[in-house]
């Protein structure tokens, strides 16, 4: 399967309005090797083994396989990751034909509030909220893998 996505910083809490639903997600990563990003994920009573290949040069497109699993076994399987784990609020929010799904971290990452819009194609034109801000697609600093490893926090600039 190929995901293509756009990624967005956020600017205020107007998302939080307009969201549909919003749920705790916990995870980390089995392996952060760019060409083959191995993630566990606990959300609310479902559990996630989700694994990603290398993302192409602008950073949309990229082969991606998720499996739920039994959250009690990714549970187990968090206690084996070789990052600390991640946890963040999610908020589905609908806006023109898509939905983004915006990300409230905290913990080590507290303070990051990122968007991301799935597409059909690399090159579909999206409606923007206003509370959208300047895009991240292709950062590496913005993959959740990255702030596994290098948290938000402990950023310099």
Not at 70 to 76: F, I, V
Request: charged letters at 30%; hydrophobic letters at 35%.
């Amino acid at each position: 399967m190929v995901e293509i996505e756009r990624k967005y910083l956020v600017n205020g809490l107007g998302y939080r309005k307009e969201a549909r639903a919003h749920i705790r997600i916990v995870q980390a990563f089995l392996s952060t090797d760019p060409d083959r990003t191995i993630r566990v994920r606990c959300t609310g009573p479902h559990g996630f083994l989700t694994i990603k290949g290398r993302t192409c040069d602008k950073g949309t497109t990229r082969r991606e396989w998720e499996y739920e699993i039994p959250l009690k076994d990714a549970e187990e399987m968090l206690a084996l990751c070789v990052t600390p784990p991640i946890e963040k609020i999610r908020y589905q929010v609908e806006f023109g034909l898509h939905t983004f799904e915006v990300d409230e971290f905290t913990g080590l990452n507290q303070g990051l509030t990122l968007a991301e819009v799935e597409l059909e194609s690399a090159d579909e034109v999206i409606e923007k909220p206003s509370w959208l801000g300047q895009e991240v697609t292709g950062d590496i600093r913005y993959y959740n893998s990255q702030l596994s490893l290098k948290p938000y926090t402990t950023w310099n600039d």
